[in-house]
Protein backbone atom coordinates (compact mmCIF):
# COMPACT_ATOMS: atom_id res chain seq x y z
CA UNK A 1 0.00 0.00 0.00
CA UNK A 2 1.36 3.79 -0.83
CA UNK A 3 2.68 6.06 1.69
CA UNK A 4 0.72 8.72 -0.08
CA UNK A 5 -2.85 6.84 -1.11
CA UNK A 6 -3.97 9.50 1.35
CA UNK A 7 -2.03 12.52 -0.17
CA UNK A 8 -2.57 11.53 -3.96
CA UNK A 9 -1.66 14.41 -6.05
CA UNK A 10 -3.45 15.68 -8.92
CA UNK A 11 -1.54 13.71 -11.50
CA UNK A 12 -3.25 16.30 -14.68
CA UNK A 13 -0.92 18.46 -13.38
CA UNK A 14 2.37 16.50 -14.26
CA UNK A 15 1.80 16.29 -17.59
CA UNK A 16 4.86 18.11 -19.52
CA UNK A 17 7.04 17.05 -16.91
CA UNK A 18 9.86 14.76 -17.31
CA UNK A 19 10.65 11.80 -14.83
CA UNK A 20 13.78 11.18 -13.64
CA UNK A 21 14.93 13.54 -15.89
CA UNK A 22 14.37 10.32 -19.03
CA UNK A 23 10.76 10.18 -19.49
CA UNK A 24 8.84 13.13 -20.79
CA UNK A 25 5.20 12.77 -19.41
CA UNK A 26 3.41 13.49 -22.65
CA UNK A 27 -0.33 12.74 -21.53
CA UNK A 28 -2.43 11.70 -18.80
CA UNK A 29 -4.24 7.95 -19.39
CA UNK A 30 -5.52 7.30 -16.00
CA UNK A 31 -4.80 6.56 -12.01
CA UNK A 32 -5.44 3.53 -10.31
CA UNK A 33 -5.71 3.29 -6.06
CA UNK A 34 -1.76 4.12 -5.95
CA UNK A 35 -0.61 5.87 -8.25
CA UNK A 36 -1.17 7.13 -12.07
CA UNK A 37 -0.65 5.98 -15.85
CA UNK A 38 1.09 8.34 -18.23
CA UNK A 39 1.95 8.09 -22.07
CA UNK A 40 5.86 8.82 -22.27
CA UNK A 41 8.71 8.05 -24.75
CA UNK A 42 11.59 5.77 -24.72
CA UNK A 43 15.10 6.59 -25.46
CA UNK A 44 15.10 5.87 -29.04
CA UNK A 45 11.07 7.78 -29.13
CA UNK A 46 9.08 4.70 -28.98
CA UNK A 47 5.77 5.25 -27.21
CA UNK A 48 5.25 3.85 -24.06
CA UNK A 49 3.58 4.25 -20.46
CA UNK A 50 5.35 5.09 -17.31
CA UNK A 51 3.33 4.32 -13.94
CA UNK A 52 3.63 6.58 -10.72
CA UNK A 53 3.86 5.20 -7.54
CA UNK A 54 4.38 7.07 -4.52
CA UNK A 55 5.70 5.21 -1.74
CA UNK A 56 7.98 5.14 0.96
CA UNK A 57 12.39 4.31 0.25
CA UNK A 58 11.71 0.86 1.24
CA UNK A 59 8.38 0.24 -0.17
CA UNK A 60 10.15 1.79 -3.71
CA UNK A 61 13.24 -0.08 -3.47
CA UNK A 62 10.78 -3.52 -2.90
CA UNK A 63 9.06 -1.94 -6.14
CA UNK A 64 11.88 -1.63 -7.96
CA UNK A 65 13.34 -5.20 -7.52
CA UNK A 66 10.33 -7.06 -8.07
CA UNK A 67 10.08 -4.95 -11.14
CA UNK A 68 13.42 -5.72 -12.31
CA UNK A 69 13.53 -9.26 -11.86
CA UNK A 70 10.08 -9.43 -13.77
CA UNK A 71 12.05 -7.80 -16.64
CA UNK A 72 13.83 -10.36 -17.53
CA UNK A 73 11.17 -12.52 -18.03
CA UNK A 74 10.68 -12.99 -22.04
CA UNK A 75 7.33 -14.45 -22.83
CA UNK A 76 5.39 -13.55 -25.68
CA UNK A 77 1.90 -12.60 -24.04
CA UNK A 78 3.83 -10.54 -21.24
CA UNK A 79 4.09 -6.97 -22.02
CA UNK A 80 8.06 -5.63 -21.83
CA UNK A 81 9.45 -3.22 -19.16
CA UNK A 82 11.84 -1.00 -20.79
CA UNK A 83 13.03 0.64 -17.26
CA UNK A 84 12.48 1.72 -13.57
CA UNK A 85 13.93 3.53 -10.73
CA UNK A 86 12.53 6.05 -8.32
CA UNK A 87 12.29 9.59 -8.87
CA UNK A 88 11.28 12.18 -6.61
CA UNK A 89 8.86 15.35 -7.25
CA UNK A 90 8.69 17.95 -4.52
CA UNK A 91 8.95 15.85 -1.49
CA UNK A 92 7.34 13.17 -3.04
CA UNK A 93 9.43 9.89 -3.60
CA UNK A 94 8.03 7.40 -6.46
CA UNK A 95 8.76 4.39 -7.98
CA UNK A 96 8.58 4.00 -11.77
CA UNK A 97 7.75 1.49 -14.08
CA UNK A 98 8.00 2.44 -18.09
CA UNK A 99 6.52 -0.92 -19.94
CA UNK A 100 5.14 -1.41 -23.93
CA UNK A 101 2.56 1.29 -24.52
CA UNK A 102 -1.44 -0.71 -25.52
CA UNK A 103 -4.23 1.19 -27.11
CA UNK A 104 -6.99 -0.58 -25.84
CA UNK A 105 -7.03 -2.84 -22.50
CA UNK A 106 -10.29 -5.87 -22.72
CA UNK A 107 -12.05 -3.03 -20.13
CA UNK A 108 -12.59 -1.19 -22.37
CA UNK A 109 -13.67 -3.76 -24.91
CA UNK A 110 -15.70 -5.42 -21.94
CA UNK A 111 -17.77 -2.43 -22.08
CA UNK A 112 -18.75 -1.75 -25.24
CA UNK A 113 -19.46 -5.51 -25.98
CA UNK A 114 -19.21 -9.08 -24.45
CA UNK A 115 -15.55 -10.50 -25.70
CA UNK A 116 -15.43 -14.44 -26.84
CA UNK A 117 -13.19 -15.96 -24.67
CA UNK A 118 -11.13 -18.34 -27.64
CA UNK A 119 -8.36 -15.37 -27.99
CA UNK A 120 -8.12 -14.39 -24.52
CA UNK A 121 -7.89 -17.78 -22.08
CA UNK A 122 -5.26 -19.81 -24.31
CA UNK A 123 -3.01 -16.84 -23.97
CA UNK A 124 -3.47 -16.22 -20.30
CA UNK A 125 -2.76 -19.80 -19.37
CA UNK A 126 0.05 -20.68 -21.64
CA UNK A 127 1.75 -17.13 -19.66
CA UNK A 128 0.71 -18.38 -16.34
CA UNK A 129 1.99 -21.78 -16.80
CA UNK A 130 5.22 -20.22 -18.04
CA UNK A 131 5.45 -18.13 -14.55
CA UNK A 132 4.13 -20.60 -11.70
CA UNK A 133 7.27 -23.60 -13.56
CA UNK A 134 9.70 -20.32 -12.94
CA UNK A 135 8.06 -19.70 -9.82
CA UNK A 136 6.11 -16.62 -9.91
CA UNK A 137 2.75 -15.60 -10.05
CA UNK A 138 1.37 -13.51 -12.06
CA UNK A 139 -0.98 -11.22 -9.86
CA UNK A 140 -3.36 -9.05 -10.91
CA UNK A 141 -4.91 -10.74 -13.43
CA UNK A 142 -8.07 -8.53 -14.61
CA UNK A 143 -9.57 -7.21 -17.36
CA UNK A 144 -7.88 -4.05 -16.92
CA UNK A 145 -4.74 -5.34 -17.06
CA UNK A 146 -5.15 -7.55 -20.33
CA UNK A 147 -3.74 -5.31 -23.44
CA UNK A 148 -3.71 -5.94 -27.61
CA UNK A 149 -0.34 -4.43 -28.28
CA UNK A 150 -0.79 -4.55 -32.31
CA UNK A 151 -1.94 -8.83 -32.61
CA UNK A 152 -1.11 -9.37 -30.40
CA UNK A 153 -2.82 -9.94 -26.52
CA UNK A 154 -0.55 -9.22 -23.64
CA UNK A 155 -0.45 -8.84 -19.96
CA UNK A 156 0.49 -6.47 -17.73
CA UNK A 157 3.65 -7.43 -16.17
CA UNK A 158 4.71 -4.94 -13.18
CA UNK A 159 2.96 -6.84 -10.99
CA UNK A 160 4.63 -10.76 -11.67
CA UNK A 161 6.40 -11.57 -8.37
CA UNK A 162 6.74 -14.64 -6.17
CA UNK A 163 2.75 -15.67 -4.97
CA UNK A 164 -0.37 -17.65 -4.51
CA UNK A 165 -0.28 -19.61 -8.35
CA UNK A 166 -3.77 -20.47 -7.02
CA UNK A 167 -4.74 -16.99 -6.88
CA UNK A 168 -4.03 -16.54 -10.44
CA UNK A 169 -6.42 -19.84 -11.69
CA UNK A 170 -9.19 -18.18 -9.86
CA UNK A 171 -8.58 -15.23 -11.38
CA UNK A 172 -9.13 -17.22 -14.60
CA UNK A 173 -12.27 -18.14 -13.30
CA UNK A 174 -13.46 -14.51 -12.75
CA UNK A 175 -12.11 -13.77 -15.64
CA UNK A 176 -14.81 -16.22 -18.20
CA UNK A 177 -17.19 -14.90 -16.34
CA UNK A 178 -16.70 -11.27 -16.82
CA UNK A 179 -15.28 -12.16 -20.41
CA UNK A 180 -18.51 -14.16 -21.96
CA UNK A 181 -20.99 -11.65 -20.27
CA UNK A 182 -23.39 -14.34 -20.30
CA UNK A 183 -25.03 -15.84 -16.97
CA UNK A 184 -24.65 -19.27 -15.59
CA UNK A 185 -24.63 -21.99 -16.57
CA UNK A 186 -22.15 -20.79 -18.99
CA UNK A 187 -21.98 -22.43 -22.59
CA UNK A 188 -19.39 -25.48 -22.87
CA UNK A 189 -16.74 -25.65 -22.11
CA UNK A 190 -16.60 -22.17 -20.82
CA UNK A 191 -18.38 -23.69 -17.94
CA UNK A 192 -16.34 -26.14 -17.24
CA UNK A 193 -13.39 -23.82 -17.13
CA UNK A 194 -14.84 -21.90 -14.43
CA UNK A 195 -15.71 -24.74 -12.55
CA UNK A 196 -12.23 -26.19 -12.25
CA UNK A 197 -10.88 -22.42 -11.73
CA UNK A 198 -12.64 -21.62 -9.41
CA UNK A 199 -13.75 -24.60 -7.37
CA UNK A 200 -15.27 -24.45 -4.56
CA UNK A 201 -13.08 -21.38 -2.65
CA UNK A 202 -10.37 -22.74 -4.06
CA UNK A 203 -9.57 -23.47 -7.61
CA UNK A 204 -8.92 -27.51 -8.14
CA UNK A 205 -6.87 -27.30 -11.49
CA UNK A 206 -3.52 -25.68 -11.50
CA UNK A 207 -2.39 -23.84 -14.63
CA UNK A 208 -0.69 -26.45 -16.59
CA UNK A 209 -4.41 -28.53 -16.50
CA UNK A 210 -6.42 -25.25 -17.69
CA UNK A 211 -3.91 -24.94 -20.60
CA UNK A 212 -4.63 -28.55 -21.55
CA UNK A 213 -8.48 -28.23 -21.39
CA UNK A 214 -7.73 -24.84 -23.36
CA UNK A 215 -5.31 -26.52 -25.70
CA UNK A 216 -8.36 -28.37 -28.36
CA UNK A 217 -9.51 -24.93 -28.47
CA UNK A 218 -6.23 -23.32 -29.30
CA UNK A 219 -5.62 -25.69 -31.80
CA UNK A 220 -9.31 -25.29 -33.32
CA UNK A 221 -8.77 -21.22 -33.74
CA UNK A 222 -5.34 -21.85 -35.33
CA UNK A 223 -7.24 -24.48 -37.34
CA UNK A 224 -9.34 -22.15 -38.66
CA UNK A 225 -7.54 -19.29 -39.30
CA UNK A 226 -4.81 -21.59 -41.17
CA UNK A 227 -4.75 -20.59 -45.08
CA UNK A 228 -6.29 -22.38 -48.30
CA UNK A 229 -3.52 -23.40 -50.30
CA UNK A 230 -2.74 -21.20 -53.19
CA UNK A 231 -5.52 -21.20 -56.19
CA UNK A 232 -4.96 -19.79 -59.99
CA UNK A 233 -5.00 -16.35 -58.69
CA UNK A 234 -2.46 -16.97 -56.03
CA UNK A 235 0.66 -14.90 -57.66
CA UNK A 236 -1.94 -11.83 -57.27
CA UNK A 237 -3.74 -12.71 -54.24
CA UNK A 238 -1.52 -12.59 -50.58
CA UNK A 239 -1.33 -15.62 -48.66
CA UNK A 240 -2.53 -13.41 -45.53
CA UNK A 241 -5.83 -12.65 -47.23
CA UNK A 242 -6.27 -16.08 -48.70
CA UNK A 243 -8.57 -17.94 -45.87
CA UNK A 244 -11.64 -19.99 -45.82
CA UNK A 245 -14.32 -16.51 -45.58
CA UNK A 246 -12.25 -15.79 -48.93
CA UNK A 247 -12.78 -19.47 -50.87
CA UNK A 248 -16.73 -19.38 -49.48
CA UNK A 249 -16.96 -15.80 -50.75
CA UNK A 250 -15.51 -16.76 -54.15
CA UNK A 251 -17.63 -19.75 -54.15
CA UNK A 252 -21.18 -17.87 -54.07
CA UNK A 253 -19.83 -15.27 -56.23
CA UNK A 254 -19.62 -18.30 -58.72
CA UNK A 255 -23.01 -19.47 -58.34
CA UNK A 256 -24.47 -15.86 -58.66
CA UNK A 257 -22.60 -15.68 -61.39
CA UNK A 258 -24.15 -19.01 -62.77
CA UNK A 259 -27.23 -18.34 -61.88
CA UNK A 260 -27.51 -15.21 -64.17
CA UNK A 261 -26.06 -16.44 -66.99
CA UNK A 262 -29.07 -19.37 -66.82
CA UNK A 263 -31.41 -16.84 -65.75
CA UNK A 264 -30.88 -14.33 -69.07
CA UNK A 265 -30.57 -17.64 -71.06
CA UNK A 266 -32.93 -17.53 -73.94
CA UNK A 267 -35.32 -20.43 -73.75
CA UNK A 268 -35.13 -21.33 -77.47
CA UNK A 269 -35.28 -25.09 -78.30
CA UNK A 270 -32.31 -25.22 -79.87
CA UNK A 271 -30.16 -24.29 -77.00
CA UNK A 272 -30.04 -27.99 -75.60
CA UNK A 273 -30.05 -29.74 -78.91
CA UNK A 274 -26.54 -27.85 -79.76
CA UNK A 275 -24.34 -29.21 -76.97
CA UNK A 276 -25.62 -32.68 -77.91
CA UNK A 277 -24.82 -32.00 -81.74
CA UNK A 278 -21.27 -31.14 -80.79
CA UNK A 279 -20.25 -33.89 -77.85
CA UNK A 280 -20.50 -36.27 -80.90
CA UNK A 281 -17.32 -35.67 -82.29
CA UNK A 282 -15.24 -36.00 -79.65
CA UNK A 283 -11.67 -35.35 -81.22
CA UNK A 284 -12.72 -32.50 -83.62
CA UNK A 285 -12.75 -28.75 -82.75
CA UNK A 286 -16.44 -28.73 -84.10
CA UNK A 287 -16.19 -25.50 -85.37
CA UNK A 288 -19.71 -25.94 -87.24
CA UNK A 289 -21.44 -25.55 -83.49
CA UNK A 290 -19.69 -22.36 -82.06
CA UNK A 291 -21.98 -19.62 -84.10
CA UNK A 292 -25.00 -21.00 -82.13
CA UNK A 293 -24.47 -21.35 -78.68
CA UNK A 294 -21.92 -18.19 -78.86
CA UNK A 295 -24.43 -15.60 -80.11
CA UNK A 296 -26.97 -16.83 -77.31
CA UNK A 297 -24.84 -17.46 -74.84
CA UNK A 298 -22.45 -14.30 -75.05
CA UNK A 299 -24.74 -11.84 -75.24
CA UNK A 300 -25.32 -11.39 -71.27
CA UNK A 301 -21.34 -12.05 -71.12
CA UNK A 302 -20.53 -8.24 -71.89
CA UNK A 303 -22.68 -6.75 -69.80
CA UNK A 304 -21.24 -9.10 -66.30
CA UNK A 305 -17.55 -7.37 -67.41
CA UNK A 306 -18.41 -3.84 -68.13
CA UNK A 307 -19.88 -3.98 -64.41
CA UNK A 308 -16.83 -4.77 -62.67
CA UNK A 309 -14.86 -1.40 -63.72
CA UNK A 310 -17.91 0.71 -62.94
CA UNK A 311 -17.33 -0.57 -58.65
CA UNK A 312 -14.70 1.45 -57.17
CA UNK A 313 -15.62 0.00 -53.89
CA UNK A 314 -14.43 -2.89 -55.12
CA UNK A 315 -10.12 -2.30 -54.64
CA UNK A 316 -10.13 -2.00 -50.99
CA UNK A 317 -11.82 -5.12 -50.35
CA UNK A 318 -7.76 -6.81 -50.93
CA UNK A 319 -7.67 -4.73 -47.25
CA UNK A 320 -9.27 -6.98 -45.39
CA UNK A 321 -9.61 -11.16 -44.78
CA UNK A 322 -13.10 -10.73 -45.45
CA UNK A 323 -15.41 -9.37 -48.30
CA UNK A 324 -16.97 -5.83 -47.29
CA UNK A 325 -20.00 -4.50 -48.51
CA UNK A 326 -20.74 -0.46 -48.77
CA UNK A 327 -24.02 1.72 -49.10
CA UNK A 328 -23.33 5.01 -49.93
CA UNK A 329 -24.05 7.76 -52.50
CA UNK A 330 -22.19 7.51 -55.87
CA UNK A 331 -23.01 10.65 -57.24
CA UNK A 332 -20.37 12.03 -54.31
CA UNK A 333 -18.05 9.23 -53.35
CA UNK A 334 -15.60 8.53 -56.10
CA UNK A 335 -13.62 6.14 -54.23
CA UNK A 336 -13.47 4.52 -51.20
CA UNK A 337 -11.31 2.66 -48.49
CA UNK A 338 -12.30 0.19 -46.16
CA UNK A 339 -10.78 0.28 -42.41
CA UNK A 340 -7.98 -3.31 -42.82
CA UNK A 341 -8.92 -4.82 -39.39
CA UNK A 342 -7.11 -7.68 -38.39
CA UNK A 343 -8.79 -11.53 -38.25
CA UNK A 344 -8.01 -11.79 -34.28
CA UNK A 345 -9.79 -8.32 -33.75
CA UNK A 346 -12.85 -8.91 -36.01
CA UNK A 347 -13.24 -12.02 -33.67
CA UNK A 348 -13.91 -9.49 -30.76
CA UNK A 349 -17.31 -8.36 -32.62
CA UNK A 350 -20.03 -9.57 -31.19
CA UNK A 351 -23.43 -8.06 -33.24
CA UNK A 352 -22.33 -5.11 -34.67
CA UNK A 353 -19.61 -2.12 -33.68
CA UNK A 354 -20.37 1.13 -35.18
CA UNK A 355 -17.63 3.81 -35.65
CA UNK A 356 -19.06 7.24 -37.19
CA UNK A 357 -15.99 9.65 -38.50
CA UNK A 358 -16.49 13.41 -39.70
CA UNK A 359 -14.88 14.18 -42.71
CA UNK A 360 -13.46 17.90 -43.95
CA UNK A 361 -13.69 17.78 -47.92
CA UNK A 362 -12.31 20.58 -50.05
CA UNK A 363 -13.32 22.02 -53.25
CA UNK A 364 -11.50 19.15 -55.14
CA UNK A 365 -12.72 16.00 -53.10
CA UNK A 366 -10.39 15.71 -51.02
CA UNK A 367 -10.24 14.54 -47.55
CA UNK A 368 -8.53 16.96 -45.55
CA UNK A 369 -9.81 15.76 -42.01
CA UNK A 370 -11.04 12.73 -40.68
CA UNK A 371 -12.27 13.21 -37.06
CA UNK A 372 -13.80 10.04 -35.23
CA UNK A 373 -16.67 10.83 -33.12
CA UNK A 374 -16.05 10.24 -29.35
CA UNK A 375 -17.52 6.37 -27.52
CA UNK A 376 -16.80 3.28 -28.96
CA UNK A 377 -13.82 1.64 -29.44
CA UNK A 378 -10.46 3.47 -29.49
CA UNK A 379 -8.99 0.98 -32.35
CA UNK A 380 -11.46 0.05 -34.05
CA UNK A 381 -12.03 4.61 -34.48
CA UNK A 382 -8.30 4.67 -35.68
CA UNK A 383 -8.52 2.46 -37.96
CA UNK A 384 -11.54 4.23 -39.39
CA UNK A 385 -10.34 7.05 -39.38
CA UNK A 386 -7.26 5.89 -41.57
CA UNK A 387 -9.40 4.34 -43.99
CA UNK A 388 -11.57 7.89 -44.13
CA UNK A 389 -8.93 10.06 -44.55
CA UNK A 390 -8.21 7.92 -48.11
CA UNK A 391 -11.76 8.35 -49.39
CA UNK A 392 -12.10 10.87 -52.42
CA UNK A 393 -15.49 12.86 -53.69
CA UNK A 394 -16.37 14.43 -57.45
CA UNK A 395 -14.92 17.45 -56.82
CA UNK A 396 -17.50 20.55 -56.15
CA UNK A 397 -18.69 18.72 -53.32
CA UNK A 398 -17.16 20.24 -50.34
CA UNK A 399 -18.22 20.63 -46.54
CA UNK A 400 -18.27 17.79 -44.09
CA UNK A 401 -19.62 14.58 -43.91
CA UNK A 402 -20.28 11.80 -41.43
CA UNK A 403 -19.07 8.43 -42.45
CA UNK A 404 -20.77 5.64 -40.44
CA UNK A 405 -18.61 2.35 -40.75
CA UNK A 406 -20.66 -0.65 -39.72
CA UNK A 407 -18.63 -3.49 -38.65
CA UNK A 408 -19.86 -7.19 -37.78
CA UNK A 409 -17.72 -10.47 -38.31
CA UNK A 410 -18.10 -11.08 -42.14
CA UNK A 411 -18.46 -7.54 -43.44
CA UNK A 412 -18.62 -3.77 -42.84
CA UNK A 413 -21.33 -1.32 -44.30
CA UNK A 414 -21.21 2.62 -44.87
CA UNK A 415 -23.32 5.18 -45.05
CA UNK A 416 -22.90 8.66 -45.97
CA UNK A 417 -24.66 11.60 -44.50
CA UNK A 418 -24.22 15.55 -44.55
CA UNK A 419 -22.69 16.74 -41.33
CA UNK A 420 -25.43 19.24 -39.73
Known amino acids: MSVAAERMPDWKDWQGEVADGRFPLERFLGRGANGAVFLTRTASGEAATIKLIPASP ?105 GDKSADVGAVGDLVVRTLGAPAPLPEPFDEIARGCLGNGRPSWSAPELAKRLRPQKEASAEASKPEPPRVQSETAKPKLTSYAIGFGVLLITVITVGSLLKNRPAAPPAPVAPRASSAPVEAPAPETKPQPSIAETKPQPAIVEKKPERPAAAPVRESPRAHTASVSPAQVVHEVLPDIPAKARRTIRGKATVVVKVAVDSSGEVTEATPERGGSRYFARLAAEAARQWRFAPGDSGDYLLRFQMTREDIKTTLEKSR
Open 58 to 162: EQAGNLVDRWRRAAGLDHPHLMQIFASGTWRRAGTLLAYVVSEYAEENLATVLDERPLESGEVLPAIADTLVFLHARGYALGGLKPSNVFAVGDTLKLSSDTVAP
